[in-house]
């Protein structure tokens, strides 16, 4: 994105650190698009409603409260996490069904959809960070823990794999510590 921002002020998406939370916010109150069942739309509102809801970034950078974070791109949740940590060097557990997600929308077609307004964060300050954005009118959970594995798990219920292992496969073909050894 591009703006303006205080010295100092500004969320960087490669800074996760080992024991962070993560954080994913959206906006729910939406429906999927005509014609693009992946691009998740909640623009429909007043725009204060939309630029309160970006705000909420604003804050969170203002107050230093998140490590790193990433709005949610058209990779999906998971994706927009696995890129965060890959440039971050880092790894993590995300709990599926710990994902804030629409009631209109499966699970399988929500994984893989863009939100019109979503962010995911780490941070060493969860409840502050929530708090913050349900005041900017966006549901927000704990979905997982960053660590230094640099694998990235997926856990749904009992069950658990690895989505994405950093040190032998890259989103943006980067090279893995093997090869710097």
């Not at 890129?83 to 893989?112: C, F, H, Y």
């Amino acid at each position: 994105m591009i703006g303006l921002a205080r010295k100092g002020c500004v969320i960087r998406s490669n800074t996760a650190r080992d024991g962070d939370d993560i954080v994913v916010a959206v906006d729910l109150d939406g429906k999927p698009r005509t014609g693009l069942p992946y691009n998740f739309d909640s623009t429909d509102k007043d725009p204060s409603v939309l630029i309160k809801q970006f705000d909420s970034m604003v804050e969170l950078a203002e107050k230093k409260l998140v490590n790193a974070g990433k709005d949610i791109s058209n990779a999906g949740v998971i994706g927009t996490i696995a890129m965060m940590l890959e440039t971050s060097g880092k790894g993590a557990t995300v709990e599926i069904d710990r994902i804030p997600k629409p009631e209109n929308v499966d699970l399988t077609q929500w994984l893989l959809s863009y939100p019109a307004c979503g962010f995911c964060v780490t941070t060493d300050r969860t409840d502050d960070v929530v708090d913050i954005f349900k005041k900017h009118g966006l549901s927000a959970s704990v979905i997982g823990k960053v660590d230094s594995s640099r694998v990235l798990r997926l856990r749904f219920g009992s069950e658990e794999d690895v989505f994405m292992d950093f040190e032998r496969e890259s989103i943006f073909g980067l090279k893995t510590r093997s090869d710097f050894r």
